[in-house]
């Protein structure tokens, strides 16, 4: 492992690991100077210590070439944990709100996210999925690992929910392999509505990598198609219930949350059972 400099605040300069590029390669291992920074210097010593994350089945995840990342979603930090223990850098699209929010806060987030490689995309646009389609492409025609939450959003008590199909739209378009990223106690660690991290152990489990075009093809059905899409989407988040252990819930977070944010408590057929 090599080390390179980087600017920080003022003059400073501070030394950060650098992967060592051979030849035959992929060479985007870590290529942004501040991913590294925070991963290696600044948040993830840190966790490593606090949450102490562990990784099962890391040699799933592709040493070079472009793969979609697909992970359950707990917590905001799931975004934190995994590229913690990722030996390559992720990209993962985040709310557009984070990018555009005003005042020295908003600058903040803005370049926060930026730094760590994270870009914004607009869930509420009406054309979001091919936002999301065009935003994916640039980033696997990189070559690089492209992150995505199949959920949309943050699971309200742990259990797996009901995946949006955007997901399955840009294997099929792009025949990139999908990887399964199942994320086990961040919930605990990163409590809904909190900040400040708990000191729960954190394990995250990689599932084989699932051949999108393949998939498609095996159970007969039409590449593009929105019946191939929910069908692998489907097959996606079975598995991360498999891996997570925990039970799979036919409806959207989403849905779920708002209704018990505003006092409705639990839609129909899907409370959890005692």
């Known amino acids: 492992m090599l080390h390179r400099k980087i600017q920080g605040l003022g003059n400073v ?20 100077n501040w991913y590294r920074f925070f991963k290696y210097v600044l948040i993830g010593p840190f966790l490593r210590v606090y949450n ?21 979603h707990q917590a905001v930090m799931d975004s934190f944990y995994f590229p913690l223990l990722c030996p390559r850098q992720l990209t993962f699209p985040a709310k557009s709100e984070y ?15 930026t730094s760590v490689g994270q870009v914004p995309l607009d869930r509420t646009a009406d054309n979001a999925r091919d936002s999301l389609m065009n935003t994916a ?10 992150g995505i939450y199949p959920e949309g959003s943050r699971s309200p008590d742990g259990r797996i929910y009901k ?11 792009t025949g990139k392999p999908i990887v399964p990223i199942a994320m086990i106690g961040s919930r605990d660690a990163n409590p809904i509505g909190s900040w400040v991290p708990r000191p729960a152990k954190v394990k995250i489990k990689v599932g084989h990598a ?29 598995i991360l219930a498999d891996l997570t252990g925990q039970p799979y819930v036919d409806a959207y977070s989403k849905d779920v949350k708002d209704s018990l944010e505003a006092g409705k408590g639990y ?3 899907t409370a959890p059972s005692q």
């Open 13 to 32: 300069f501070l030394e950060v690991p650098t992967a060592k590029r051979e030849e035959g390669v992929n060479p985007n291992i870590m290529d942004n």
């Open 52 to 72: 102490r994350p562990e990784i099962e089945g890391k040699e799933n995840i592709p040493d070079q070439g472009a793969a979609i990342m697909a992970s359950n």
């Open 99 to 113: 990018f555009t929010s005003p005042g020295v806060k908003g600058k903040l987030q803005k370049w926060f996210f």
């Open 137 to 146: 492409k640039a980033v696997l025609d990189r070559g690089d690992l492209f």
């Open 163 to 173: 995946g949006k199909t955007g997901m399955a739209f840009v294997a099929m378009e």
């Open 210 to 238: 699932i051949d999108p075009l393949a998939f498609v093809k095996e159970h007969g059905l039409e590449a593009g198609s929105l019946e191939a899409a929910r069908k692998l989407t489907d097959h996606v988040m079975f």
């Open 267 to 269: 839609p129909e057929g």
